[in-house]
């Protein structure tokens, strides 16, 4: 059967000299990382050299596997208190969490020292572009890197847009939603009133907080030649979607798409 993540590693391993590959997960969401870190284990025992930097410890004995440890931040959020909200209300405190936990790390020093001192050279940087870490694109700036997008939790039109999909919200109705393909009118109507919701507070509002993160702790040398933010993540290299029907829709996008799901305790 066709896989992407097949056809990529194979892509990295057809190359007669091993990549040197950075994986920057600084934001301790097990749930998010423990999908793909099997992807990450797997380019090392091909040959590729790959660092991780997370709060997440490989197996033991894997060769060519550099493990950054950064310590655990991140504040479980009690998600209930986001139900039964106004749309609006749910978008704003979910861009507030994103916003607050991407700045408790990016002031630690230890995630500091490594933006700022780090002379590595990297081929590939793998990150969680869409999801609370937009501002850490700036990394494929600071090495000259192409980046490699993996996003977790299905479908999300905004991200979607960013990866050039087109939108249908009135057809397509958003995982979040809990609303099933079978749409009636309203359903459309409050499908579109998500979206556009979504696209508005993340476009005006999000986006440019992230942007502003991005200058003020991404400062490393050369840093004043960065594109805008929104360049970059336009310039994503390869998106990787975690994706699973218990959790969303059957959907054919034009991404790569890993059908799996891992439950996290
Ligand atoms: C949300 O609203 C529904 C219907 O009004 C209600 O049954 C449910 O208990 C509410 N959930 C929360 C978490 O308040
Ligand atoms: C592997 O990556 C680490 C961290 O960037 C680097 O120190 C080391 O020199 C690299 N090894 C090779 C063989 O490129
Ligand atoms: C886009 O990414 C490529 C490498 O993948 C890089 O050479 C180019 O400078 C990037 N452009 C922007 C605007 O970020
Ligand atoms: C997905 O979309 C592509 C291109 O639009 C199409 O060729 C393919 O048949 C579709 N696959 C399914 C399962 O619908």
């Given amino acids: 059967m066709f896989s992407p993540a097949l056809l990529f590693l194979g892509v990295l391993c057809s190359v007669a000299n091993a990549y040197n590959i950075l994986a920057f997960f600084p934001l301790a969401l097990k749930s998010h990382i423990k999908p793909f870190q099997t992807l990450l284990y797997e380019l090392a025992r091909r040959g590729h050299?790959?660092?991780e930097l997370s709060s997440f410890p490989p197996p033991d004995g894997l060769e060519n596997y550099n493990y950054i440890h950064v310590p655990h931040l991140f504040n479980p959020v009690n998600t209930v208190q986001w139900r039964n909200t106004s749309y609006p209300t749910l978008f704003g405190m979910y861009h507030a969490m994103c916003l607050s936990e991407a700045e408790k790390v990016l002031t630690h020093p230890d995630i500091q020292s490594f933006i700022q001192t780090d002379q590595s050279h990297f081929d590939a940087i793998i990150f969680e572009g869409s999801f609370c870490s937009e501002s850490f694109v700036a990394l494929g700036?600071?090495?000259g890197a192409?980046?490699?997008?993996?996003?977790?939790l299905g479908y999300w039109p905004t991200n979607y847009f960013l990866f050039g999909n087109l939108q249908s919200p009135a057809s397509i109705a958003d995982y979040r939603l809990l609303m099933?393909?079978?749409m009636n009118f309203w359903h459309r109507l409050d499908s579109l009133w998500f979206t556009v919701t979504e696209f508005f507070l993340t476009y005006t509002s999000y986006y440019p907080k992230q942007e502003i993160l991005m200058d003020k702790y991404f400062k490393y040398r050369g840093s004043n030649t960065r594109p805008s933010m929104m360049e970059m993540l336009r310039n994503i290299s390869m998106t990787f979607v975690e994706?699973?029907?218990?959790?969303g829709l059957y959907l054919n996008l034009s991404v790569p798409t890993l059908y799996s799901l891992e439950a996290c305790t």
Avoid: L
Wanted: glycine share 4%; no cysteine; hydrophobic share 35%.
């Fill in 243 to 247: 994706h699973d029907i218990a959790f």
């Fill in 180 to 182: 099933g393909t079978r």
């Fill in 141 to 143: 700036h600071k090495y």
């Fill in 49 to 51: 050299n790959v660092t």
């Fill in 146 to 152: 192409p980046m490699i997008n993996f996003q977790p």
